[in-house]
């Protein structure tokens, strides 16, 4: 049974950095084919794509956020950290992480999703 | 960088089939997957790869893509289908999302 679950502030102050960490279980980033991405939905918004990382260390961001993030793996502790620096009000948003396998186009599970407010 | 266009809404009455469609250029030459969201729910995967059905999804639920629209069709629309539906491919080693439709069941 394949399980994530975010962790990390829900309120930042802007220009600080947010670190947000992916625990999971029920697989192995080590697999071949497997990845752990970050999506994130601001309140009454569309979902938003913003980075991934590969079973062999490949990662891929975001095109317009890709200066200000960085995906980083820890397999011993199945854990996946995401940091964006130079928060702003208008990243307030819910930040899902979520696993895919096979060819990785799609995510088949997803944490609960966890809410940060940029406040000062 | 690829883009991908969902009504706002959509509505179809109880028991009535409900078609949601999401516009992208040649987007039949790609995989597109569907994902719906209840409120205050993380997404689930209803269809990946135009048409096939995660275990657990029921059998109403059902895609296509041709050309420059994909299509999630529900058969027999539930009140419990009410959700907002996203579409999603992959393009460019990127993961583009749709804009949302949300479905009402009338």
């Known amino acids: 049974q394949i399980t994530l679950k975010e962790s990390g502030p829900t309120l930042v102050k802007p220009t600080q950095t947010l670190t947000l960490t992916c625990t999971f279980s029920?697989?192995?980033?080590?697999?071949?084919?497997?990845?752990v991405g970050w999506i994130r939905q601001p309140p009454g918004k569309a979902l938003e794509w913003l980075a991934l990382i590969y079973w062999d260390d490949d990662k891929r961001y975001s095109p317009s956020l890709k200066s200000r993030l960085t995906i980083t793996k820890d397999t011993s502790k199945n854990q996946v950290v995401l940091t964006m620096t130079n928060m702003d009000p208008v990243d307030t948003a819910t930040y899902y992480c979520?696993?895919?396998?096979?060819?990785?186009?799609?995510?088949?599970?997803w944490g609960q999703g966890t809410l940060v407010t940029v406040s000062s | 960088s690829y883009e991908l266009t969902q009504p706002l809404s959509v509505s179809v009455a109880l028991g009535q089939t409900a078609r949601i469609t999401c516009g992208g250029n040649n987007i039949g030459s790609k995989n597109v997957h569907w994902y719906q969201q209840k409120p205050g729910q993380a997404p689930v995967l209803v269809i990946y790869?135009?048409?096939n059905r995660p275990s657990g999804i029921p059998e109403r639920f059902s895609g296509s893509n041709s050309g420059n629209t994909a299509t999630l069709t529900i058969s027999r629309a539930q009140a419990g289908d009410e959700a907002d539906y996203y579409c999603q491919v992959w393009d460019s080693s990127t993961w583009v999302f749709g804009g949302g439709t949300k479905l009402t069941v009338l």
């Open positions: 029920g697989f192995s980033l080590s697999t071949s084919g497997v990845g």
């Open positions: 790869r135009d048409s």
């Open positions: 979520a696993h895919c396998g096979g060819d990785c186009s799609s995510f088949d599970y």
